[in-house]
Structures are given as C-alpha cells and as structure tokens.
C-alpha cells in the first residue's frame, strides 16, 4: 500500500522503494549521470511519498518531524538529486497545514493526498537582496483577466512537478502566490542550470509569459514575516538532511573502495589495503562526520518538531518558531567544513585511479558543495555569534 494512505508502508516496503530508487540512481550515474530521476519521480507519485507529512486525517502518512527527516536523509542517500527535487514540495506541505487555513488550501491538500506533487519557484536573478519580498515577476490584472508575468531562476524540482507555486507582486505591489500547472501555456522550462553539483535537479530558469491564472489559483502568502520561521527552518534543515544522505553513500563508497583494492604501495605498513590502519583510519573518520551530521539533524528535527505541530494545531508561537530556527542554523555552521572535508578525503583510500572521471567519486564533494552554497554560512554564523554575544535579535525575514 502506498506510503501517503492512511495506513503506512512496512518498513520492508519503503526500503523496497528506496533500494528501487538507489538502483535507478546507480544506473544513471553508470550512463554518465546526465539524466533527470524520472524514474524515482514516478516511484515518489506511485508511492505517495510527497505526502509523508501531511496528516493521517487528510489522507497522508502523518510522519513526525524525526520521522519525516530520517526519511529525507534515506531517500538522500539513495538519490540526491531527487531528494533535492522535492524540497519545495514539501515546504508547501507543511503550509498548506497552517493554522489558520489558507482560502484555497483544501484544494491542494487533496492534490498532495492524491499523489501530486507541486514545485515552485520564488528566486529572481534580478533581486539584489535574495530573500526579500519584492520582486519582478508581476500578477496582473487586466481586460481578460489575471496574467502572470516574469521569470524565475533557481527553480528546483519545477520542471518535474504538476504544479507550481510561484510569488509575485500583484497591482498594488504586494506580494503575492499563486498555484497553477506545470504545463500550462506560456511556462517555459529552460535547462539551463550548470552548477557543479546536484546536476539533475532542474534548478534553471522558469518563464512566464503572460500565463492565465484563474482566480481560484491565487494562493495568498502569510502576513507574519519575522515570526513565521519554521518553515524557513525547514527548508534549510533539508538541505542538510539531503547533506547527510550524501555522507551516509560517502561513508559506503569510501569502505567499497577500501574493500575493492587489489594494490597497495610499496611502503605501506601492510601488504593487504582492508587492513591498512591508515586507510581504516580514513574511512572511520568519513564514516564518523556522516554519523554527525545525521545526530545534528535529527537534534535539530526534535527542535522544530513543537514549533511545526503548533503551527498546525493552534497557530504559529513565536518562541518556538525563534527556537527552531537557530536550530538550523547551527546545523549549516557546524557540519560543513566537516562534511566538505570527509569528501575529499574518499581520494586518499582509492589511490590514483579514484580521480577518474569516470569514477564519480567527486559527485559527492561537487552535490555538498552545491547545497552548502545556498544562504552562505558566513551570515549565518555572524547571526549565531551576535546572539550568543549581545542576546540579538534574528534577522526579520522567514528567509534564515
């Protein structure tokens, strides 16, 4: 039975699902790791996994925020990409839930019961201040009736969803959402997105030309910049839960690299590399950051977890939003450098042959680095230090 009905999968049965996921990942990376996931997206519709969080009552799975992020981190391990793919999905999962419900929100609860799965797209090349509330893709409203208007960049997962979400300003120059299909005339989906890493994720440009938008279709955004932060929260804890899949098939290729090592150097302590001390010294090191990394997530999920069932229950708290957003934060700061360096050092125990590049080795050095670039550590970590110094204030925006 699928995960997003009301009854859950087996635990068998989701690892079935994630090993189905990995094995499909395996072969794209073997055919040079240039397709999109498509096959894991059909697996994740058929399965209901976008619907992990959202609650039993509304015909998903009703994960706890532990449960949801031990989820992100296997799925991670078994695809990055995919997993990557999905973030704005589920970030609109847990807002569809808020307290007070939004007009609207039944409509696209059913969607996501359904097995659908909605992207998004909120970032414009031309803001100058990224995260802010003003932008240059327009909803206007003319003779026949609502048009969307702009364009968008960093647009994960949009080109693989079946809906998108998208902000704009509407003609009073407010800001404003609206929900309309992937496929509807005049959305443009340019592959164009050439980072280093996270490669199939469809993180390129979005257009919209003049696209129709019903007014059932607007889906108006919060009024509690600065205090609604979970979901902020959110949304930057998955980036590194997504981190911590990829340490976890770090830590498993860099002991398959130990394991499937037929020479050694002429000077090594040992003639036979699975018992090299310093090699197992390596792979223990690698194997202990992911192990960190995966701690630092789930004390973190614990953190958002009260602010996150408030919001559904009775309403956002301000204290436990504030709680859960430096949660994340700390997160980002401490495992970075770690995690960046655990990726480098795979090169130590695989010898000469493991930069080819055919290997793919750096694969996992390339998606960490990627993910840490969004929202950069060093503001972050000021924020983090002018708190514990000077008792500060978060910056007032939901985007930290």
Known sequence: MPVGRHQQDTPADLDQVLAEIAADYRLRLADGGTEPPLRGLKLVRDHRLGAVRLARELGGAGYTVPEFFDHVIALAAADPDLAHILRVHYALVEELQLRPRRPGSDRWIAVVAEGGLIGGANTEPSQKSVGGNKRDTRLVAGE?????????????????????RITAQDDDGAPTAVVIPVDRAGVEHVDDWDGIGQRQTGS?????????????????????????????????????????????????????????????????????????????????????????????????????????????????????????????????????????????????????????????????????????????TIYKARVLGDVAVNGAELPDTSFF
């Open 204 to 376: 390129g440009t979005t257009v919209f030309d003049d696209v129709e938008v019903a007014a059932d279709e607007v889906f108006p955004l919060g009024v509690n910049i600065g205090v609604d932060r979970a979901r902020g929260a959110l949304v930057q804890l998955y980036l590194h839960a997504v981190a911590a899949g990829i340490l976890r098939a770090l830590t498993a290729d860099a002991a398959a690299l130990v394991r499937g090592r037929r020479r050694t150097y002429t000077f090594a302590s040992v003639d036979q590399p699975t018992a090299d001390p310093q090699l197992l010294q390596i792979v223990g090191e690698i194997d202990a950051v992911a192990y960190a990394a995966q701690a630092l997530v789930r004390s973190a999920a614990a953190e958002l977890a009260p602010a996150l069932d408030a919001a559904r229950d009775t309403g956002i708290d301000p204290g436990l939003e504030q709680k859960s957003s430096i949660a994340a934060a700390r997160v980002k700061v401490a495992i970075e450098e770690p995690a960046l360096r655990a990726a480098s050092r795979i090169f130590d125990v695989g010898g000469a042959s493991a930069v080819l590049a055919s290997a793919l080795l750096d694969r996992h050095w390339r998606n960490l680095r990627t993910l840490f670039s969004h929202n950069p």
């Open 144 to 164: 026949n009736g609502l048009r969307l208007r702009g364009k968008k960049f960093y647009s994960t997962g949009a080109q693989f969803s079946d809906y998108l």
